[in-house]
């Protein structure tokens, strides 16, 4: 069947084109729903013209397999909280990753094979870019591997702290170094067995080292950016086994990873050299002291305050999205635009762990999306807004971080809360924020602190605000 080649390659062609146009389609909050399903059926157009390749063995375990892997998925994809969401993305994200380097540890075996008299194989010989591409695609995909499941479990808590030693950049430097020389003597024509074996024990080694240190504040950038490490990887193999939806599929991924790692990186203000070799959290000198003390309010006061303002900006948090708080604020919402109080919602760039978490979890309430205004819209806007109402947040609204060299968040763009007229902040203690810094704003003459859960909290205000007149 000369015609199957062309149909196949037809097949792929059009899979990477509804990848390109699902991703597109997932920069807009209006339209990220149909891009992911565009990119789904992209996903699945490119496995079921795989199966019809000439040389394909073993269908029937691959099918057990993708079985497993779809009924997990799914299983794991509905159950999974929204507040569990980037560890879920580490995840899955390490699982791609630990693919594509079982693809390159396949085609060196098959080499090594070929090299070995004894163990002589009728596998065709990788070209030497073929053979290059692999081991490099094999060396990221490991990484990438054994790196995101240690951010999975710092996110997931099972590891609460940051593991450092003496040396430690250098024992890193000699892992990977001792790594790449493995590579190119395997690219040199000395495969074996042995050697594949080293190669691949210190690239997840190295993934290990390098991702222990890394406080957990920082997890988030770090998932991003592996997350372009295994695009890269798959995008090699792809090339090593001539597949382009895997070639097309990894480039997107890669580029995607590469440009939102960049993102957050300058929504912190740090770069990525930083976070993957600073400490988080070491300040660089003495930290200012923070005068005064914290002003409690009650819900019905905070709720006056609100229903006779003239404008209103929700600025939600984590805490907000782990107290499953946003359709009670949105119910908040409808009854203050009730009363002709103009309200908006707030979003900083990596407020809920992830960008885009804060705004699935809002969409996901039904908020509309001409509400939802991100920093640099939203900032210059903060001195002509009576009330502030922020909800888990914390770090992100800290003044600290345009006024404290010291701070090890000083330097990072934050929502301009403190230059509101009023603010109100819902939060279940006195306790500090992620970066484990206590926060200014907390204690400024223009604000109340309103404690408790966050959805009780703002079932208060809700119970409290419809009262008011009647």
Same mark, same amino acid.
């Given at each position: 069947?000369?015609?199957?080649?062309?149909?196949?390659?037809?097949?792929?062609?059009?899979?990477?084109?509804?990848?390109?146009?699902?991703?597109?389609?997932?920069?807009?909050?209006? %339209?990220?729903?149909?891009g992911?399903?565009?990119a789904?059926?992209?996903?699945?157009?490119?496995?079921?013209? %795989?199966?019809?390749?000439?040389?394909?063995?073993?269908?029937?375990?691959?099918?057990?397999?993708?079985?497993v892997?779809?009924?997990?998925?799914?299983?794991?994809?509905?159950? *999974?909280?929204? %507040?569990?969401?980037?560890?879920?993305?580490?995840?899955?994200?390490?699982?791609?990753?630990?693919?594509?380097?079982?693809?390159?540890?396949?085609?060196?075996?098959?080499?090594?094979?070929?090299?070995?008299?004894?163990?002589?194989?009728t596998?065709?010989?990788?070209?030497?870019?073929?053979?290059?591409?692999?081991?490099?695609?094999?060396?990221?995909?490991?990484?990438?591997? #054994?790196?995101?499941?240690?951010?999975?479990?710092?996110?997931?808590?099972?590891?609460?702290?940051?593991?450092?030693?003496?040396?430690?950049?250098?024992?890193?430097?000699?892992?990977?170094?001792?790594?790449?020389?493995?590579?190119?003597?395997?690219?040199?024509?000395?495969?074996?067995?042995?050697?594949?074996a080293?190669?691949?024990?210190?690239?997840?080694?190295?993934?290990?080292?390098?991702?222990?240190?890394?406080?957990? &504040?920082?997890?988030?950038?770090?998932?991003?950016?592996?997350?372009?490490?295994?695009?890269?990887?798959?995008?090699?193999?792809?090339?090593?086994?001539?597949?382009?939806a895997?070639?097309?599929?990894?480039?997107?991924?890669?580029?995607?990873?590469?440009?939102? %790692?960049?993102?957050? &990186?300058?929504?912190?203000?740090?770069?990525?050299?930083?976070?993957?070799?600073?400490?988080?959290?070491? #300040?660089?000198?003495?930290?200012?002291?923070?005068?005064?003390?914290?002003?409690?309010?009650?819900?019905?006061d905070?709720?006056?305050?609100?229903?006779?303002?003239?404008?209103?900006?929700?600025?939600?948090g984590?805490?907000?999205?782990?107290?499953q708080?946003?359709?009670?604020?949105?119910?908040? =919402?409808?009854?203050?635009?009730?009363?002709? *109080?103009?309200?908006?919602?707030?979003?900083?760039?990596?407020?809920?762990?992830?960008?885009?978490?804060?705004? *699935?979890?809002?969409?996901e309430?039904?908020?509309?999306?001409?509400?939802?205004?991100?920093?640099?819209d939203?900032?210059?806007?903060?001195?002509?807004?009576? *009330? =502030?109402?922020?909800?888990g947040?914390?770090?992100?609204?800290?003044?600290?971080?345009?006024?404290?060299?010291? #701070?090890?968040?000083y330097?990072?763009?934050?929502l301009?809360?403190?230059?509101?007229?009023?603010?109100?902040?819902?939060?279940?203690?006195?306790?500090?924020?992620?970066?484990g810094?206590?926060?200014a704003?907390?204690?400024?003459?223009n604000?109340?602190?309103?404690?408790?859960?966050?959805?009780?909290?703002?079932?208060?205000?809700?119970?409290?605000?419809?009262?008011?007149?009647?």
């Amino acid at each position: 069947m000369s015609w199957l080649p062309i149909l196949i390659k037809g097949c792929y062609f059009l899979a990477a084109l509804l990848f390109i146009l699902g991703l597109k389609r997932m920069s807009s909050p209006r %339209t990220a729903r149909g891009g992911i399903v565009w990119a789904g059926y992209g996903m699945l157009l490119a496995v079921l013209a %795989t199966f019809f390749l000439p040389d394909m063995h073993n269908r029937g375990l691959i099918i057990a397999a993708v079985l497993v892997g779809v009924g997990a998925a799914w299983w794991s994809g509905r159950r *999974v909280a929204m %507040t569990s969401m980037p560890q879920m993305v580490a995840l899955y994200n390490g699982m791609g990753g630990g693919a594509a380097a079982a693809i390159g540890a396949v085609e060196l075996i098959g080499y090594a094979r070929h090299l070995d008299p004894a163990l002589a194989s009728t596998a065709a010989l990788l070209s030497p870019v073929e053979l290059s591409l692999g081991v490099l695609g094999a060396l990221i995909g490991a990484v990438s591997f #054994s790196g995101s499941l240690i951010a999975f479990a710092k996110l997931q808590g099972w590891l609460d702290k940051r593991f450092v030693f003496p040396a430690q950049r250098v024992v890193n430097m000699l892992l990977l170094a001792a790594a790449v020389l493995i590579g190119v003597l395997l690219v040199s024509g000395h495969a074996s067995l042995p050697l594949i074996a080293a190669f691949f024990a210190l690239a997840l080694l190295f993934g290990l080292m390098m991702t222990l240190p890394i406080g957990g &504040a920082d997890m988030p950038v770090v998932i991003s950016l592996y997350n372009a490490f295994t695009g890269l990887a798959v995008a090699f193999e792809g090339f090593v086994l001539g597949n382009e939806a895997m070639i097309i599929a990894g480039t997107v991924v890669g580029a995607a990873g590469t440009l939102l %790692t960049q993102l957050m &990186a300058k929504a912190m203000n740090r770069s990525i050299g930083n976070v993957l070799f600073g400490s988080f959290g070491a #300040s660089g000198g003495e930290a200012q002291a923070i005068a005064g003390a914290q002003k409690p309010i009650d819900a019905s006061d905070a709720a006056v305050m609100m229903a006779y303002a003239e404008r209103v900006v929700i600025v939600p948090g984590y805490g907000l999205a782990v107290a499953q708080a946003q359709h009670k604020v949105w119910e908040f =919402a409808k009854l203050l635009g009730e009363r002709g *109080v103009k309200v908006k919602f707030a979003i900083h760039p990596v407020a809920g762990r992830m960008p885009g978490h804060m705004n *699935v979890l809002l969409a996901e309430a039904g908020v509309p999306y001409d509400l939802i205004a991100d920093m640099d819209d939203i900032n210059p806007e903060f001195p002509n807004v009576d *009330v =502030a109402l922020v909800i888990g947040a914390n770090d992100v609204v800290n003044p600290l971080a345009k006024t404290d060299p010291a #701070s090890p968040i000083y330097g990072m763009p934050i929502l301009d809360v403190m230059n509101a007229k009023h603010v109100i902040v819902i939060k279940r203690g006195k306790g500090t924020g992620f970066a484990g810094i206590e926060n200014a704003l907390f204690y400024a003459d223009n604000t109340r602190m309103l404690y408790g859960d966050g959805q009780a909290a703002v079932g208060e205000l809700v119970t409290a605000l419809k009262s008011v007149d009647s």
